[in-house]
């Protein structure tokens, strides 16, 4: 079955030329030109991705990204003229999944859109449970769920990338470099700082030291990294 593609862009050209480019590789492709119909679109059709203008005539792009996240919550790529590091991360922050400048080659959208497609196959891929910490942490990758202490977590497509990545070789530090490529599959610019406020958002949500026992899910490796802190449990 094709992957469904929303586009949210105001200008027209600019939307039929990257629906021509999608449709080409065998995806459906919907389009809208305000945010208004971008997240009636996206309560009303199952997305596997979308990519968002930010600056939109009637919403901001925030917004219509808030409102499609909690409709599905599909991997979304922000289209934007600001091209900073700053603006970049802050787009990342939003719970963005890949961030684009303009102007850009249409041809380059494409691969990140499959990137995120790729990406969102091998989310659903089923998998076993695995727990950690004498069963602090639980890491249900089939599920796409994470506990800690019996309570779960919310996390951002982002959060949930980085820690299924310190999960699967628990112990080992992984670099930064090495974590934004296990999320986004390539290098991006500002990378560092990416994963700095990922860690941090992760730390806060996963309220690491709570149980009053010091140990740290998520452990910094100055100079070099992070890691998982915690020790598999047996059997998993």
């Known amino acids: 079955m094709s992957a469904t593609v929303l586009i949210v862009e105001d200008e027209l050209k600019l939307r039929d030329l990257l629906r021509r480019y999608l449709e080409r590789e065998?995806?459906?492709?919907?389009?809208?030109?305000?945010?208004?119909?971008?997240?009636?679109?996206?309560?009303?059709?199952?997305?596997?991705?979308?990519?968002?203008?930010?600056?939109l005539p009637d919403i901001p792009g925030e917004h219509v990204a808030a409102e499609l996240r909690r409709s599905g919550d599909p991997p979304i790529l922000i289209l934007s003229a600001r091209a900073s590091d700053d603006d970049r991360v802050r787009g990342l922050e939003l719970g963005a999944d890949d961030?684009?400048?303009k102007p850009f080659n249409p041809r380059e959208l494409v691969l990140r859109v499959q990137a995120l497609l790729r990406r969102g196959r091998a989310d659903g891929t089923a998998a076993e449970a695995r727990s950690f910490g004498e069963g602090m942490l639980l890491v249900d990758e089939g599920r796409h769920e994470i506990q800690v202490k019996g309570l779960p977590v919310?996390?951002?497509?982002?959060?949930?990338?980085?820690?299924?990545?310190l999960a699967r070789v628990p112990g080992r530090v992984y670099s930064r470099y090495e974590l934004v490529n296990a999320v986004r599959g390539?290098?991006?610019?500002?990378?560092?700082?990416v994963v700095d406020t990922h860690i941090k958002n992760l730390r806060r949500k996963?309220?690491?030291?709570?149980?009053?026992?010091?140990?740290?899910?998520?452990?910094?490796?100055?100079?070099?990294?992070?890691?998982?802190?915690?020790?598999?449990?047996?059997?998993?």
Not at 154 to 165: D, K, P
């Open 99 to 101: 961030y684009l400048t």
């Open 154 to 165: 919310e996390l951002s497509r982002s959060e949930w990338g980085i820690l299924l990545t």
């Open 26 to 55: 065998s995806l459906t492709v919907l389009t809208a030109g305000t945010g208004a119909d971008a997240i009636a679109l996206g309560l009303g059709a199952d997305l596997d991705a979308v990519v968002l203008d930010l600056g």
């Open 206 to 236: 996963l309220d690491e030291t709570s149980d009053g026992s010091g140990r740290l899910i998520v452990q910094t490796v100055v100079g070099a990294g992070y890691r998982l802190g915690l020790a598999a449990d047996r059997g998993t």
């Open 186 to 193: 390539y290098e991006w610019s500002g990378y560092e700082r």
